[in-house]
């Protein structure tokens, strides 16, 4: 497989823009196999956006993203999808298939992609379901769940594949403490014992802290700090300390974009 | 002036731009089309079930009305002629030839097609198709294909059941208030009725169904993925459809006759 380097996923120069924004201006990281990794940084700098290039729902303007060493911007159709069935990603809202019951929906990639037979079927989803605390909901409809609901039964679809690579955007939101733990548990378990990489999107500074082994945090369409967590959470930089410690001044714009405050509220912007 | 006439070059490139996406967008449906119909016949069955169920009621209560009205109509025209038997005829040939493929396409429209709109629209806007595609599975040929056959499948099924519902509306104004001798009103309806105008109906209802399940499904997987782009793009549907059904029903008739 690849080229057996320790990275997986490597990005080089990446450049992405949504209309006249720059999201990413010369972007570079990678993710080391079999490692946890995290991203972090404020809201809007592009956690989402970088997770949907890196599986090809988005193509960058400049750069190159490479995943086990091949250039995923030169895939056809086909082998994107072969790529993306390594694939398994739990979305940030969990995207559960609102016209099928919790059972099917974590059955939904056996049923498209497998010939297995349903008794072996309901063993697996089944299996998936009670790793996150929801066996007892297989026969819900997704509107009957709640949000953090919701956000486990897409986990366990995400794993039904066996994939290799998960990615999670914000997988800790609304869950309570306890769930928390249990997941946080989960993801650690199984990169540990299947040897899954995973990349974790998260704010959660204290969750990730516990499960990734690499964190990276984005700022202004760069890498601005990275490191296991320990040494950013004591890292001197301004910059890291602001966010580790969630302060309102600093390098990290808290505002998105703007004209100047008082120019806008004097009308004198237009 | 010279402002005018760069919008016009303007929407007028736009409008190209998007008839072109829209013809890739029905040859993309017809390429998964026959893998779907073969591979996976139970989605599109159910879709069927869907479009066709969500319109039946409504289609069957206009039916009785239309075929009521058409009759009501006929009779008070026929009869200035003395030819109160022809209220049968004049009734069926209306409801067979236009009236069951254009007002149950419009009916259609309004039901099923805003439903596959909508419904597309919102896995759109929540992220079911990003992650059908991240599941490796092509929400096109999933999600949008058996919709879009579904509706076509439903369509001609609605037309006839329409129509059929239509002549007993037509029987009951005709033969039950007003008289019409049964008999008469039944043979001229056998005798004048050729297999030609059936044919007529049912193309139309083919075209019909294509275009107003087309028109449907493409709405939904363009949808602008908000709230209010999903509520734009149901309206749109509604309105396109009417006006692009009216407009072919004219130019088959011209063809047909
Ligand atoms: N469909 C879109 N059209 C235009 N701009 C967009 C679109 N989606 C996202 N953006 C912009 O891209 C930027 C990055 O968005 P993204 O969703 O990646 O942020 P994020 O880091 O995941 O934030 P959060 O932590 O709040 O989820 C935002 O500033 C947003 O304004
Ligand atoms: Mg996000």
Known sequence: MGDGSDNLIEIRNLKYSRGARPIFDGLDLNIRRGEVTAIMGPSGTGKTTLLRLITRQLIPQQGT???????????NTSHLYQLRRRFGMLFQNGALLTDLSVFENVAFPLREHTNLSDRL??????????????RGAAGLMPAELSGGMARRVALARAMVMD??????????VGLD???MGVIVRLVRRMNDALGITS?????????????????????????????????????????????????ADGPVAFHYDAPSYEEQLLGRDS | MHRTAQDIYDSFVEFARTFGAFQLFFLRLLRHSPSMLTSRFGVVVGQVYNAGALS?????????????????????NMSRFNAEDWTGVAAALALLKELGPVMTAILFAGRAGTALTSEIGLMKATDQLSAMEMMAVNPVRRVVVPRFLG??????????????VGLFGAHLVGVELFQVDVGSFWQQIQLMVEPADVREGIYKSIVFGIAASLIAVWEGYNTVPTAEGVGRATTRTVVITAITVLVF?????????
């Open chain 2, 249 to 257: 029903d004219f130019m088959i008739t011209a063809v047909l006759i």
């Open chain 2, 151 to 164: 509706g076509v499948i439903a369509m001609p099924l609605l037309a006839a059941v329409f129509s059929a």
């Open chain 2, 56 to 76: 039946l009621v409504i289609v069957m209560v206009c039916g009785l009305f239309v075929g009521a009205v058409l009759a009501l109509q006929a009779y008070s």
């Open chain 1, 121 to 134: 079927i309901r063993h697996i989803v089944l299996t998936k379901l009670h790793a996150v605390g929801l």
């Open chain 1, 199 to 247: 990349i974790i999107v998260s704010h959660d500074v204290q969750e990730v802290a516990t499960v990734a082994d690499c964190s990276y945090l984005l700022s202004d369409g760069q890498v601005a700090a990275s490191g296991s967590p320990d040494e950013l959470s004591t890292a001197t930089s301004v910059l890291v300390r602001q966010f580790m410690h969630g302060m």
């Open chain 1, 163 to 172: 994939p290799d690579i998960l990615i999670y955007d914000e997988p800790f």
């Open chain 1, 65 to 75: 993203i490479l995943v086990d060493g091949i250039d995923i911007s030169t895939l």
């Open chain 1, 177 to 179: 403490p306890i769930s």
